[in-house]
Protein backbone atom coordinates (compact mmCIF):
# COMPACT_ATOMS: atom_id res chain seq x y z
CA UNK A 1 0.00 0.00 0.00
CA UNK A 2 1.56 3.33 -0.71
CA UNK A 3 2.41 5.67 2.48
CA UNK A 4 -0.17 8.00 3.95
CA UNK A 5 -3.05 6.58 2.01
CA UNK A 6 -4.33 3.59 3.59
CA UNK A 7 -5.53 1.83 6.57
CA UNK A 8 -4.93 -1.50 8.11
CA UNK A 9 -6.62 -3.55 10.35
CA UNK A 10 -4.11 -5.07 13.06
CA UNK A 11 -4.70 -7.76 15.74
CA UNK A 12 -3.42 -7.17 19.47
CA UNK A 13 -3.75 -9.17 22.40
CA UNK A 14 -5.40 -6.84 25.18
CA UNK A 15 -5.57 -9.37 28.29
CA UNK A 16 -8.05 -11.51 26.31
CA UNK A 17 -9.68 -12.95 23.58
CA UNK A 18 -8.37 -11.71 19.99
CA UNK A 19 -10.09 -8.25 18.80
CA UNK A 20 -9.76 -6.24 16.05
CA UNK A 21 -9.21 -2.33 16.33
CA UNK A 22 -7.90 0.80 13.92
CA UNK A 23 -4.28 1.14 13.56
CA UNK A 24 -3.50 4.35 11.70
CA UNK A 25 -0.79 3.52 9.32
CA UNK A 26 1.81 6.13 9.45
CA UNK A 27 1.68 9.45 7.38
CA UNK A 28 -2.21 9.14 7.17
CA UNK A 29 -4.51 11.44 8.50
CA UNK A 30 -7.30 9.68 10.61
CA UNK A 31 -10.66 9.08 9.53
CA UNK A 32 -13.32 10.77 11.79
CA UNK A 33 -16.79 10.26 11.97
CA UNK A 34 -19.15 13.27 10.79
CA UNK A 35 -19.92 16.12 13.04
CA UNK A 36 -24.18 15.96 13.97
CA UNK A 37 -25.85 18.98 12.31
CA UNK A 38 -26.56 21.63 14.73
CA UNK A 39 -30.34 21.88 15.10
CA UNK A 40 -31.95 24.04 12.68
CA UNK A 41 -32.90 27.12 13.59
CA UNK A 42 -36.06 27.60 11.82
CA UNK A 43 -37.60 24.19 13.66
CA UNK A 44 -40.26 25.03 16.39
CA UNK A 45 -42.14 28.34 16.81
CA UNK A 46 -39.55 30.04 14.03
CA UNK A 47 -40.21 27.67 10.95
CA UNK A 48 -44.24 27.68 11.86
CA UNK A 49 -43.75 31.94 11.57
CA UNK A 50 -42.33 31.18 8.36
CA UNK A 51 -44.66 29.16 6.76
CA UNK A 52 -47.22 31.82 8.38
CA UNK A 53 -45.12 34.45 5.61
CA UNK A 54 -44.81 32.63 2.66
CA UNK A 55 -48.87 31.85 3.12
CA UNK A 56 -49.62 35.34 3.72
CA UNK A 57 -47.44 35.96 0.58
CA UNK A 58 -49.73 33.92 -1.92
CA UNK A 59 -52.80 34.97 -0.17
CA UNK A 60 -51.85 38.83 -0.66
CA UNK A 61 -50.76 37.68 -4.77
CA UNK A 62 -54.08 36.05 -5.11
CA UNK A 63 -55.44 39.46 -3.65
CA UNK A 64 -54.08 41.43 -6.03
CA UNK A 65 -55.17 39.54 -8.83
CA UNK A 66 -58.66 39.09 -8.30
CA UNK A 67 -59.08 42.84 -7.81
CA UNK A 68 -57.40 43.37 -11.09
CA UNK A 69 -59.41 41.34 -12.96
CA UNK A 70 -62.46 43.21 -11.04
CA UNK A 71 -61.24 46.49 -12.01
CA UNK A 72 -60.63 45.30 -15.66
CA UNK A 73 -64.48 43.82 -16.47
CA UNK A 74 -65.55 46.81 -14.56
CA UNK A 75 -63.70 49.64 -17.00
CA UNK A 76 -65.34 47.43 -20.02
CA UNK A 77 -68.91 46.47 -19.25
CA UNK A 78 -70.37 49.95 -18.93
CA UNK A 79 -71.19 49.93 -15.16
CA UNK A 80 -72.08 46.15 -14.49
CA UNK A 81 -69.01 44.33 -13.55
CA UNK A 82 -70.80 41.42 -12.95
CA UNK A 83 -72.49 40.96 -16.04
CA UNK A 84 -75.56 40.57 -14.09
CA UNK A 85 -78.96 40.23 -16.56
CA UNK A 86 -80.84 42.54 -18.46
CA UNK A 87 -82.72 44.62 -15.81
CA UNK A 88 -86.81 43.84 -16.61
CA UNK A 89 -88.60 46.08 -19.26
CA UNK A 90 -90.40 48.50 -17.55
CA UNK A 91 -94.13 48.69 -17.32
CA UNK A 92 -95.49 48.39 -20.79
CA UNK A 93 -99.36 47.94 -20.78
CA UNK A 94 -100.88 51.06 -21.44
CA UNK A 95 -101.83 53.15 -18.31
CA UNK A 96 -105.95 52.34 -17.97
CA UNK A 97 -104.74 48.63 -18.45
CA UNK A 98 -102.42 49.04 -15.52
CA UNK A 99 -105.34 50.45 -13.89
CA UNK A 100 -108.38 48.43 -14.73
CA UNK A 101 -106.78 44.81 -14.92
CA UNK A 102 -109.52 42.53 -16.86
CA UNK A 103 -112.03 41.18 -14.30
CA UNK A 104 -111.88 37.74 -12.97
CA UNK A 105 -115.54 36.00 -13.68
CA UNK A 106 -115.87 32.43 -13.38
CA UNK A 107 -117.91 30.77 -16.67
CA UNK A 108 -120.48 29.98 -14.06
CA UNK A 109 -121.33 33.51 -13.40
CA UNK A 110 -121.05 34.79 -17.17
CA UNK A 111 -123.69 35.63 -19.58
CA UNK A 112 -126.00 33.17 -20.96
CA UNK A 113 -126.87 34.26 -23.81
CA UNK A 114 -125.20 36.60 -26.27
CA UNK A 115 -126.87 40.11 -26.08
CA UNK A 116 -129.72 40.97 -28.18
CA UNK A 117 -128.75 43.00 -31.41
CA UNK A 118 -129.75 46.62 -31.43
CA UNK A 119 -131.89 47.53 -34.78
CA UNK A 120 -129.98 48.93 -37.97
CA UNK A 121 -129.33 52.65 -37.88
CA UNK A 122 -131.14 54.97 -39.85
CA UNK A 123 -130.22 58.32 -41.09
CA UNK A 124 -126.29 59.60 -41.60
CA UNK A 125 -123.73 58.16 -39.77
CA UNK A 126 -120.60 59.27 -38.11
CA UNK A 127 -118.24 56.43 -38.19
CA UNK A 128 -115.20 55.94 -36.48
CA UNK A 129 -113.20 52.83 -37.95
CA UNK A 130 -110.62 52.74 -35.36
CA UNK A 131 -112.98 52.90 -32.06
CA UNK A 132 -115.52 51.01 -33.69
CA UNK A 133 -118.41 52.24 -33.72
CA UNK A 134 -120.85 54.76 -35.38
CA UNK A 135 -123.66 57.24 -34.72
CA UNK A 136 -125.61 59.86 -35.72
CA UNK A 137 -124.61 62.88 -37.64
CA UNK A 138 -126.46 66.12 -36.92
CA UNK A 139 -126.70 69.17 -39.06
CA UNK A 140 -126.06 72.99 -38.19
CA UNK A 141 -124.64 74.12 -36.15
CA UNK A 142 -122.73 70.99 -36.08
CA UNK A 143 -119.57 70.95 -37.74
CA UNK A 144 -117.22 68.35 -38.71
CA UNK A 145 -114.60 67.50 -36.11
CA UNK A 146 -111.17 67.56 -38.49
CA UNK A 147 -107.89 67.28 -35.87
CA UNK A 148 -107.19 65.06 -33.21
CA UNK A 149 -107.57 66.33 -29.45
CA UNK A 150 -105.63 64.32 -26.89
CA UNK A 151 -106.89 65.31 -24.07
CA UNK A 152 -106.49 64.99 -20.05
CA UNK A 153 -103.75 62.67 -18.27
CA UNK A 154 -105.11 59.84 -20.08
CA UNK A 155 -104.14 61.30 -23.69
CA UNK A 156 -107.63 60.00 -25.02
CA UNK A 157 -106.60 60.56 -29.01
CA UNK A 158 -110.07 62.22 -29.98
CA UNK A 159 -109.80 62.20 -34.06
CA UNK A 160 -113.81 61.91 -35.16
CA UNK A 161 -117.02 63.35 -34.90
CA UNK A 162 -118.58 66.75 -34.21
CA UNK A 163 -119.10 70.35 -32.55
CA UNK A 164 -118.86 73.68 -32.89
CA UNK A 165 -117.95 77.27 -30.99
CA UNK A 166 -120.13 78.56 -28.28
CA UNK A 167 -118.31 81.56 -27.17
CA UNK A 168 -114.37 83.05 -27.36
CA UNK A 169 -113.06 84.01 -24.17
CA UNK A 170 -109.50 85.20 -23.33
CA UNK A 171 -108.48 81.41 -23.40
CA UNK A 172 -109.71 80.67 -26.60
CA UNK A 173 -112.82 79.26 -27.23
CA UNK A 174 -115.74 77.07 -25.97
CA UNK A 175 -117.04 74.19 -27.86
CA UNK A 176 -120.19 71.28 -27.78
CA UNK A 177 -118.89 68.36 -29.46
CA UNK A 178 -119.83 65.03 -30.03
CA UNK A 179 -116.50 63.24 -29.95
CA UNK A 180 -114.99 59.54 -30.15
CA UNK A 181 -112.35 58.03 -29.87
CA UNK A 182 -110.43 54.19 -29.12
CA UNK A 183 -108.03 54.15 -25.77
CA UNK A 184 -106.21 50.78 -24.75
CA UNK A 185 -107.92 48.83 -22.35
CA UNK A 186 -106.44 45.60 -21.84
CA UNK A 187 -103.80 42.84 -21.86
CA UNK A 188 -102.16 42.34 -25.41
CA UNK A 189 -104.67 40.25 -27.22
CA UNK A 190 -107.31 40.16 -24.22
CA UNK A 191 -110.55 40.94 -24.73
CA UNK A 192 -112.54 41.18 -21.09
CA UNK A 193 -112.53 45.08 -20.16
CA UNK A 194 -113.20 45.91 -16.49
CA UNK A 195 -116.00 48.53 -18.29
CA UNK A 196 -116.59 49.91 -14.56
CA UNK A 197 -113.35 50.81 -14.20
CA UNK A 198 -112.31 52.21 -17.63
CA UNK A 199 -115.19 54.15 -17.87
CA UNK A 200 -114.76 55.70 -13.99
CA UNK A 201 -111.25 56.64 -14.56
CA UNK A 202 -112.33 58.32 -17.56
CA UNK A 203 -114.77 60.17 -16.64
CA UNK A 204 -112.86 61.10 -13.61
CA UNK A 205 -110.25 62.74 -15.74
CA UNK A 206 -112.71 64.45 -17.60
CA UNK A 207 -113.51 66.14 -14.74
CA UNK A 208 -110.28 67.01 -13.50
CA UNK A 209 -108.74 67.96 -16.77
CA UNK A 210 -111.31 69.02 -19.14
CA UNK A 211 -113.19 71.81 -17.38
CA UNK A 212 -112.15 74.74 -14.87
CA UNK A 213 -111.13 73.88 -11.33
CA UNK A 214 -112.22 73.66 -9.11
CA UNK A 215 -115.55 72.02 -10.40
CA UNK A 216 -119.26 70.50 -8.44
CA UNK A 217 -120.47 67.82 -9.97
CA UNK A 218 -124.05 66.82 -10.22
CA UNK A 219 -124.20 63.02 -10.98
CA UNK A 220 -127.02 62.22 -13.16
CA UNK A 221 -126.43 58.44 -14.11
CA UNK A 222 -123.27 56.33 -13.73
CA UNK A 223 -123.82 52.66 -14.56
CA UNK A 224 -123.30 49.52 -16.76
CA UNK A 225 -125.61 49.62 -19.35
CA UNK A 226 -126.24 48.48 -22.96
CA UNK A 227 -125.20 50.79 -25.96
CA UNK A 228 -125.94 49.51 -30.28
CA UNK A 229 -126.26 45.67 -28.10
CA UNK A 230 -122.54 46.02 -26.61
CA UNK A 231 -121.73 46.17 -23.23
CA UNK A 232 -121.08 49.69 -22.35
CA UNK A 233 -120.39 51.75 -19.11
CA UNK A 234 -122.30 55.44 -18.86
CA UNK A 235 -121.38 58.31 -16.65
CA UNK A 236 -124.11 60.98 -17.17
CA UNK A 237 -123.37 64.43 -14.99
CA UNK A 238 -123.34 68.23 -15.03
CA UNK A 239 -120.58 69.95 -13.47
CA UNK A 240 -120.92 73.68 -12.23
CA UNK A 241 -117.71 76.06 -12.06
CA UNK A 242 -116.15 79.59 -12.63
CA UNK A 243 -113.97 81.03 -15.21
CA UNK A 244 -113.04 84.56 -14.95
CA UNK A 245 -114.12 85.60 -18.89
CA UNK A 246 -116.56 82.65 -19.64
CA UNK A 247 -119.65 83.00 -19.87
CA UNK A 248 -120.92 79.52 -19.42
CA UNK A 249 -120.91 78.32 -15.63
CA UNK A 250 -122.37 74.73 -15.91
CA UNK A 251 -122.31 72.15 -18.91
CA UNK A 252 -123.94 68.54 -19.17
CA UNK A 253 -121.68 65.81 -20.39
CA UNK A 254 -121.93 61.97 -20.89
CA UNK A 255 -118.68 59.77 -21.19
CA UNK A 256 -119.38 56.30 -22.71
CA UNK A 257 -117.01 53.40 -22.58
CA UNK A 258 -117.99 50.52 -25.04
CA UNK A 259 -116.61 47.14 -25.19
CA UNK A 260 -116.42 46.38 -28.75
CA UNK A 261 -115.00 43.09 -28.71
CA UNK A 262 -111.22 44.34 -29.07
CA UNK A 263 -108.17 45.09 -26.54
CA UNK A 264 -109.26 48.76 -27.48
CA UNK A 265 -112.90 49.98 -25.99
CA UNK A 266 -114.79 52.80 -27.79
CA UNK A 267 -115.05 56.22 -26.14
CA UNK A 268 -117.92 58.59 -26.26
CA UNK A 269 -117.85 61.53 -25.02
CA UNK A 270 -120.79 64.41 -25.64
CA UNK A 271 -120.83 67.81 -23.83
CA UNK A 272 -123.61 70.41 -23.74
CA UNK A 273 -122.31 73.52 -22.63
CA UNK A 274 -125.35 75.39 -20.09
CA UNK A 275 -125.87 78.85 -22.46
CA UNK A 276 -126.82 76.25 -24.88
CA UNK A 277 -129.51 74.22 -22.78
CA UNK A 278 -132.14 72.93 -26.14
CA UNK A 279 -129.01 70.68 -27.45
CA UNK A 280 -129.51 68.72 -24.41
CA UNK A 281 -131.39 66.22 -26.30
CA UNK A 282 -128.51 65.09 -28.11
CA UNK A 283 -127.15 63.17 -25.65
CA UNK A 284 -129.69 60.48 -25.20
CA UNK A 285 -130.28 60.63 -28.74
CA UNK A 286 -126.50 60.12 -30.09
CA UNK A 287 -125.97 57.31 -26.97
CA UNK A 288 -129.20 55.48 -28.33
CA UNK A 289 -128.07 55.61 -31.92
CA UNK A 290 -124.49 54.04 -31.06
CA UNK A 291 -124.06 50.93 -33.07
CA UNK A 292 -120.74 48.45 -33.58
CA UNK A 293 -119.06 48.36 -36.94
Not at 70 to 78: K, M, N
Not at 138 to 145: D, H, I, V
Request: negative net charge; contains cysteine; hydrophobic residues 35%.
Amino acid sequence: MSEGTQTSTAWSRQGGPWASGMVIVPGTAPLLPPPEEPPRKDDGPQRHKRQMMVFAGIAGAILAIGLTVILVVGLTSEGDPFGSKAAAPSEVRPPLAQMCPAPTVPPSQGPTAPPAQAPPPTGERTTDSEAGISYRRYGAPWQPWNTTWRAGTLQVPYKVGQHFITEQYSLGTYHASILSAAVPAADNDAVTLNLECVGRQVAADVRAEYYPQPNRLEQLRDEMTTLGGRPAWLSEFRLHFQQPGLTVTNERSAVAIIDVGKPTAAVLYVSIPGTHQQFDYVIDDVLKSVRPL
